[in-house]
């Protein structure tokens, strides 16, 4: 089955938790992005890796890391430096001129 | 930095009827330009996209935009309206930075289609 993976689909934070969010693709993707969406608001980019081991900041980088150890995978920490974590995250690949394709999301929510 | 306005946040239309989604962007620059529709608690699918040629691009679906480079925009429409077409559609635009491609999204249009 092709396509983006992103885990678990409902997740919740205990206040100065950190929590993990997983997007994982079997499209042989190069680029691989997060964004944040919020009511009203569209999607803010996060963070975005054109290649292993590289990564950029996006416009709402912080209380948010990530990692781009293999090509199939992008994790995206929420650190307790997040105050306001409560949203629908969605991971994105692209192959070329920025097509970009989405996983079905995380929402996260704080206890 | 790149900017995407669409300037209704809600559209009601009746079923059967013509529906056109407005979008505008700032940057003048080359761009690919795309529409993509979300259904609740789902991701983002690629409705329709501009990349180069023809200005009119059409889904397979009914839906059409058609890139109006002097005045900067990138309107969805569609002809005659189904009750699944009710969903939140979003305009993004693509330009190439220093570090890499960025995507840049307006803030959605939520289309309810009324029987």
């Known amino acids: 089955d092709g396509g983006i993976t992103q885990s678990p689909k409902y997740l919740f934070r205990k206040e100065g938790q950190n929590v993990t969010l997983s997007c994982e693709q079997n499209l042989n993707h190069d680029a691989m992005y997060w964004y944040r969406q919020d009511p009203g608001q569209g999607l803010r980019l996060i963070y975005y890796s054109q290649i292993v081991n590289d990564f950029q900041k996006g416009d709402i980088a912080e209380g948010y890391s990530v990692s781009r150890e293999k090509k199939e995978s992008f994790p995206l920490t929420v650190t307790s430096a997040q105050k306001n974590p409560t949203a629908f995250y969605l991971c994105?690949?692209?192959?070329?001129?920025?097509?970009?394709?989405f996983g079905a999301g995380t929402r996260l929510s704080v206890l | 930095a790149q900017s995407v306005t669409q300037l209704d946040s809600q559209v009601p239309v009746f079923e059967e009827a013509p529906v056109e989604l407005r979008c505008n962007y700032s940057?003048?620059?080359?761009?690919?330009l795309f529409w993509y529709v979300q259904y609740p608690n789902q991701g983002l699918q690629l409705l329709l996209k501009?990349?180069?040629?023809?200005?009119l691009v059409k889904s397979i679906n009914g839906f059409e935009a058609e890139f109006n480079k002097s005045q900067t925009s990138f309107h969805l429409r569609k002809p005659s309206v189904h009750i699944s077409d009710t969903a939140e559609y979003f305009c993004a635009v693509s330009e190439r930075t220093a570090a890499g491609n960025k995507l840049t999204f307006g803030g959605g249009t939520r289309v309810l289609v009324k029987p």
């Open positions: 501009y990349l180069s040629g023809s200005t």
């Open positions: 994105a690949t692209s192959r070329t001129k920025n097509i970009q394709y």
């Open positions: 940057s003048s620059v080359s761009v690919y």
